[in-house]
């Protein structure tokens, strides 16, 4: 598929920049270790490894990249929950299972977001995008909802149920009266696949898994969550050009270490994080793949997260979507 190797290649060129900052983590004789919820291979756990496999190269001893999947990339958070807080082991989480999960496994989460954990910044956020097949009639997002409007129901596709996308796309069918049928995947490639092929009449996904089909004329986006247009994508509108200005939500991954790790600690992977992020290297890989990087002061990602668990506790609860597990 166009997106993930547009992704590669840009995960790619990520490797050749290195971090100018002192070591982190190992610092001692045991090895360190980035603890990532997902399998090998995916754009969470290749961030992970860039930034692995920098601080080694640059003094960091011996680190290793931990993969925990398992239970929707909660699995990570539960082993660092015990971990020292001593710079030993970090994680590195999709926003959503700091945000979202809290609301949809409230009897069965075994970690609070802000309790037991030290958050340090975010690493990079990406909006999602709204996509129709190019065969489609719609041109809008008002065309898609009065088209919508004539048919029973709406079969639409997200990558993973109880993702953001996933809650997005049932927000947008509240709020615009239309009967939407959910129909979640395992993966954005499969859905855009679907997409194609007919299977589906929309899918909302991570923005760049859809822009190499929109460029080719294969399929059509309609909007996109963030709060502005990009200026790669200045044909396309956001949701609140659109009409529906709640629809704008971003996903981001961010670094959160175990609760109580100490100011020092928490500061040394800071200026990791916002000394790569700055490099020109990874703000032109990342922007290929339409995905920006963004770092904040530990104190305001503290109060990020806090304010984004109040915002997304009445949508899932809207939506009405309880999770088998």
């Known amino acids: 598929m166009h997106g993930e190797i547009g992704r590669r290649a840009a995960l790619a060129a990520l490797g050749g920049v290195a971090l100018a900052t002192r070591p982190v983590l190992a610092q001692n004789a045991r090895t360190g270790r980035a603890i990532v919820g997902f399998p090998p291979g995916g754009t969470a756990d290749s961030v992970t490894r860039l930034y692995v496999e920098r601080l080694r190269a640059t003094g960091g001893g011996q680190m290793v990249v931990d993969n925990r999947p398992g239970a929707g990339g909660r699995l990570a958070l539960d082993v660092l929950k015990p971990l020292p807080a001593d710079g030993s082991a970090f994680v590195v989480t ?78 947008l069918g509240r709020m615009a009266g239309l009967s939407m049928n959910h129909i979640p995947y395992r993966g954005s490639a499969p859905a855009a696949a679907d997409l194609l092929a007919g299977t589906v009449q929309a899918v909302i996904l991570p923005l760049g898994e859809l822009t190499a089909f929109h460029r ?110």
């Open 94 to 171: 999709p926003a959503s299972m700091l945000t979202i999960y809290p609301h949809l496994y409230a009897r069965r989460l075994r970690y609070d977001p802000l309790k037991d954990f030290s958050p340090v910044s975010p690493l990079c956020i990406f909006p999602f995008g709204l996509a129709v097949a190019a065969r489609h009639p719609a041109k809008s997002v008002a065309e898609f909802v009065a088209w919508g409007k004539t048919r029973p129901t709406v079969d639409w596709a997200s990558p993973v149920p109880g993702s953001m996308p996933h809650f997005i796309g049932t927000e």
């Open 216 to 325: 080719a004329g294969e399929a059509r986006l309609l909007a996109i969550s963030s709060p502005q247009r990009l200026p790669r994508l200045d044909d396309v509108p956001t949701f609140a050009e659109s009409g529906f200005p709640d629809l704008t939500h971003e996903e981001w991954y961010g670094a959160v270490l175990p609760a109580g790790a100490s100011p020092a600690t928490i500061s040394a992977l800071h200026e990791a994080i916002v000394t790569a992020a700055a490099t020109s290297e990874i703000k032109d890989a990342l922007t290929r793949i339409d995905i920006m990087p963004q770092v904040m002061e530990p104190a305001a990602f503290r109060e990020r997260i806090a304010r984004e668990i109040e915002v997304w506790g009445p949508i899932v609860a809207a939506s009405g979507f309880r999770p088998d597990d």
